[in-house]
Structure formats: C-alpha cells, structure tokens
C-alpha cells in the first residue's frame, strides 16, 4: 500500500479537497466537506490551522457499524487513520468479448490542481476501488470514465471516440494527449472514408471545435 505524499501548507501551494462522501467519518458519522492532510493524517478543514489555534479534528475510516466505532475509540484508533494508494499506470488491451459488444470502458484519473500533471488510465479494479480507504483519492484524483467504440465503420468509430474524449476532457483535461488515436484497438468492418482523420494530432482543435455544437445538446 502506497504512502501519501506530504502536501504543503503554504497557502499559495495548497491543494483544496473535498469529499461528498464515502471517505471518511468523523465521530463515527460520515464526514461530507473540506479536508485537508497531515503527513498521512486526514483532518477537517481546508488548510492547516495555525499554531495559534486548536488542532484541527482527525477523520477516520468510514463506519458501517456504529458498534465497530465504539470499539476503535475504546482502542484509541490504534489503526491506520486512512491510507490512500496512488493511480498505477495501465495499459489498455481490450478483451474479445469486448469485440462482440463492441464498446468497452475505459478509465482516466488526473491529479487536480497541479500543473504538471497529466492523464491516467486506470485498471478497472483500481478505478472500483477509487475514492475507497484502500484506493485512489478521489478528491485528489478525479474520475471519469468513456465508453471506447471498438467495431464499425472508420468514421463512426472516430466520431464517438472524439466525442468522448472531449467530454471526459472537462473533468480530465490531458485526456487528449493520454489518447492520441480515435482508432485505437479498433477492428474496421466497412469506411466509407478512409482518409478521415484518425489522431488528436492531426487535428489538434478538432475535439474542441467539430463537436462543440452537437456536444452542447449532450451536456
């Protein structure tokens, strides 16, 4: 399990979190609202308080049983407060059956408010487990899932895979350079154009300007 990496407290460096739930709890009640770390210790609030005030609360794991709660304050929470692992690299390889459907789920987290950051794709068995006491930080690390088209036409296949790469750009933005080919993994049955084209870097601003009408209808 991977440590978490020490944030810092400067407030011009600092990277604002918050949870909408299914993290953590806080006297054994779900916790909903800002937090921040320290060291590897979850706490209330979305900055540390300053020497001069009270220590700010500790969020705990997430409590199904108020029973198993009542049995951790006795123990004094000797336990690991809450232990998140970072995103691993994984390279997509689509599986047959996912040729007989003919789409199939791909999964990309980005790291918010840094800007060296860059998209990336997920194992689905991470991405079930983001924003859960043994995965990924979802207030750090953001989710978005596109359904990749897989069979069809050249022209087909391209036009919803732009598609849904510009609208998982909204929540990931790098997704684009993570991405570079609409046809990807893609198994062409009949293309009426064949010279379509077929990379984000053939035409950079394609996502954001071709679609952008259509998309509005979408969103």
Request: aromatic share 12%; hydrophobic share 30%.
């Amino acid at each position: 399990m991977a440590a978490l990496n020490p944030f810092s407290t400067s407030i011009n460096n600092y990277i604002y979190l918050y949870t909408k739930g299914g993290q953590f709890s806080l006297n054994g009640k779900e916790y909903i609202g800002e937090y921040h770390f320290d060291g590897t210790t979850a706490r209330v609030g979305p900055v540390p308080p300053k020497p001069n005030e009270p220590e700010a609360s500790i969020l705990r794991r997430l409590y199904n049983n108020p029973d198993h709660y009542d049995y951790d304050r006795i123990k004094q929470f000797a336990i690991p407060v809450l232990q998140h692992t970072e995103p691993q690299p994984y390279l997509y390889t689509p599986q047959e059956s996912a040729y007989s459907v003919g789409f199939d789920a791909r999964y990309f987290v980005e790291k918010v408010n840094d800007e060296k950051s860059f998209a990336l794709e997920i194992s689905q068995a991470e991405a079930n487990r983001h924003g859960k006491a043994d995965g990924i930080d979802a207030g750090l690390y953001p989710m978005d899932i596109i359904q990749w088209k897989l069979t069809g036409k050249s022209e087909d296949i391209i036009r919803h895979n732009q598609i849904q790469l510009y609208k998982a750009s909204i929540k990931i933005p790098s997704i684009e350079y993570t991405v570079k080919n609409f046809l990807e993994h893609a198994r062409i049955t009949l293309s009426s154009a064949p010279n379509e084209v077929s990379t984000v870097t053939d035409y950079p601003n394609i996502i954001k300007n071709k679609y952008r009408k259509l998309l509005s209808g979408l969103t």
